[in-house]
Each structure stands twice: as structure tokens, then as C-alpha cells.
């Protein structure tokens, strides 16, 4: 397709990264932070080459893929910017992300995170994960449980040529602001209590919680980097 095929969609980009930068500075400012500290990730599910590339020209610097196929079949085409990758992985498929992405938001298992740490070390590069927290203790959601964090920090924390520099958490969906901040809360709280104890190469420097329904109420109760898909890019086929 002709870059003017997409020029509908460029547009309503172009007006929704607007619109949510001015958002991201207002929940920056009530929270007592400064816009700069908050990362957008631009999450690029279903979304076209052609449009990843309009938002990355003008000004988003991380994007993000929830499927290993579809980042493939991307990666080559994307104008220079960071990668991370924040779906479900199966540990089959982490070999084709490393050196390729420089962040795994989504480590739920040790058995994981041993095998990107294995492929990372046999391609001499280091890969920065953060740990998925199931903080909702939902059964159909991946993520560890609360109360097994710093026990699964634990069994991880040596692996060779990997990182662990934060966390990340989607909470249950819910109308309900007070049950949401409660939520987002308890992140915080772990990603405090966690850099309190200063454990050996454990870096907790991001705490990825929020995306297009609740990215300012997450930001206001702790969060540095946000994952927006549908705010920035319009509702998937």
C-alpha cells in the first residue's frame, strides 16, 4: 500500500499523540513528576509498518509487540527506535527476540527467564526483563502472584546476561477509580519496597503499569512508562 493509502490514520495519529502528551503532562504534574520521567510505549498490535514508522518520525522512540510472529515480520522494516517486547512468551520463542528487543516486560516464570538469559549469554548481549505481576491474583491472567515476588527474585537474580530492572503489572478490568488506584498502589509499593532492600543486580528503575483507559491514573500513582495502543493508534479491526 501507497503511504497515501494511510493518510486517515496518520492524521488521527498525529492528533491523538497530541492530545495524550498534554494528558501525560497534566498526570505527571498532579503526581509531583515532570513529563520526561514518564516513557510511552507505543503498542503496535495489528497496527501497519507504514503507520509505526509515521508515529516514529514524528517523535515516539519505543514501540512495543505482544506477538513474536508479528514482530518478525516487522522488525526489519521499523525506523530506528527501542523494541520491547510486553505479550505472553513462550520460552520456545525467546530466541528470536533476543538482540532484537532490548526489554521483555512480560517474565512470569523461572523457566523463562533462565532461557533468555541462556540465549543472551550465548549471543554476548544483555536483555533487561521486567517482572510480570499478576497483582490481581486473576486465574486467567499470566503474571506472578504478590506474594511470591521477592522468592522469584531470588531464583532469577543470578542468571547470566539478564537484568532485572522493574516491574510490570495489568490490572483487572474495573470501572470502579478507587479499586484501580488500590491496584496501582500495591505496585508502587512493591517497586519501593524492592529497591529498599537493595538486592544484588536487582535495578528497579521501571514500573510499566497503565495503558488507553487508565494510563493517567496509573502515572499519577507511580508509573514511568505506559503501553498505548488504542489511544494513540484507534480502535483494531
Request: glycine share 6%; proline share 2%; charged share 35%.
Given at each position: ?15 491523538n499523540?497530541?492530545?495524550i ?7 505527571a504534574?498532579?503526581a ?11 503498542a503496535?498490535?495489528?497496527?501497519p ?6 508515529a ?28 520491547h ?11 528470536y527476540?533476543?538482540g ?13 527467564a ?8 550465548t549471543s ?5 526483563i521486567?517482572?510480570?505481576v ?6 486467567n ?21 539478564l ?19 488500590a ?31 487508565d ?23
Open positions: 500500500m501507497t503511504e497515501n493509502s494511510f493518510t486517515d490514520r496518520f492524521r488521527d495519529f498525529d492528533e499523540y497530541k492530545h502528551k498534554e494528558k501525560i503532562a497534566l498526570a504534574e498532579k509531583g513528576g515532570k513529563p520526561e520521567e514518564i516513557r510511552l510505549l507505543a503496535t498490535k495489528t497496527v509498518v507504514e503507520v509505526i514508522n509515521h516514529i518520525d514524528s517523535g515516539v522512540s519505543l514501540v512495543g509487540e505482544n506477538r513474536v510472529q508479528e514482530f518478525m515480520d516487522k522488525c526489519e522494516d521499523l525506523h530506528e527506535c527501542e523494541r517486547f510486553i505479550g505472553k512468551l513462550q520460552t520456545n520463542k525467546a530466541k527476540l533476543i532484537r528487543v532490548s526489554m521483555i516486560e512480560s517474565v512470569d516464570s523461572v523457566k523463562l533462565k532461557e533468555i538469559s541462556r540465549h543472551s549469554d554476548c548481549v544483555k536483555t533487561d521486567l517482572i510480570e499478576n497483582i490481581g491474583k486473576e486465574e491472567k499470566g503474571g506472578i502472584r504478590p506474594e511470591g515476588i521477592f522468592e522469584f527474585i531470588d531464583e532469577i537474580r543470578h542468571f547470566p546476561s537484568n532485572v530492572v522493574g516491574l510490570m503489572a495489568i490490572p483487572p478490568i474495573s470501572d470502579d477509580l478507587s479499586e484501580l488506584s491496584y496501582f498502589d500495591k505496585m508502587r509499593q512493591y517497586f519501593v519496597d524492592i529497591k529498599a532492600k537493595k538486592i544484588d543486580n536487582i535495578y528497579m528503575n521501571v514500573l510499566s503499569m497503565g495503558m488507553s483507559d494510563f493517567e491514573l496509573a502515572i499519577e500513582h507511580g508509573s514511568n512508562l505506559i503501553r498505548l495502543g488504542t489511544a494513540l493508534f484507534g480502535r483494531r479491526n
